[in-house]
């Protein structure tokens, strides 16, 4: 006995596969915490003298005036100096927030990091040094984090190898005693970005570790 083919099942072969649904490219968002920081610092730069009370003086901070660990690194009394450091917040800031999509609260906390590795740095390791200015140390944790959420994201190798390059820089220039990249101005340092990159890595593989969930007991 001959069995009718099931109609349904031919048509339902012989329909073309459905086309795998494409992701909506990640829409760009406007990086306010970067503009923010940016703009308190153009503020400052405009205040002039005024901002005096506000600047990294060790002897200051000695007496008390520890907000100047703080703010002393939003200070510049030099053009050349605040320029540079805006260019590099506006950068690597704004990539990690606009294309990277790090919440504001984030790239605070690594830009926090890294300006208290660089005043440790400052107060335990340079003791001779009377007066600091500028946000390397805040500029290089940012960056360190954003390369950390890139290998997150992407699941590629090239953000370790870049992260790599700024380390081998400030190892080649403590080695040989030179700057390689001279650095826009007099107040430049290389142990301050050092120090930024590893508070910039500790509070970025802190804030990406794997959360364990609680067991509940009854």
Known sequence: ??????????????????????????ECCMPWATLALAGLMVALAATGPAAEPLAYHRAAVADGEVWRLVTGHLVHEERRALGASLAGLLLVGGIAEATLRLPAWRLLALLAAGLAAADLWLWFGAPELPHYQGLAGGIAALLTGALVAARRRSGRAWPLLAAALLPLKLAAEAALGVVLLPGPTAHYLPQAQAAGILGGAAAALWLTRPRVPRAIFA
């Not at 072969?13 to 459905?18: E, I, K, L, V």
Request: hydrophobic residues 35%; glycine residues 0%; positive net charge.
């Open 1 to 26: 006995m001959n069995r009718r083919p099931n109609l349904r099942l031919v048509i339902a072969n012989d329909r073309p596969a459905p086309r795998p649904r494409r992701e909506p490219a990640a």
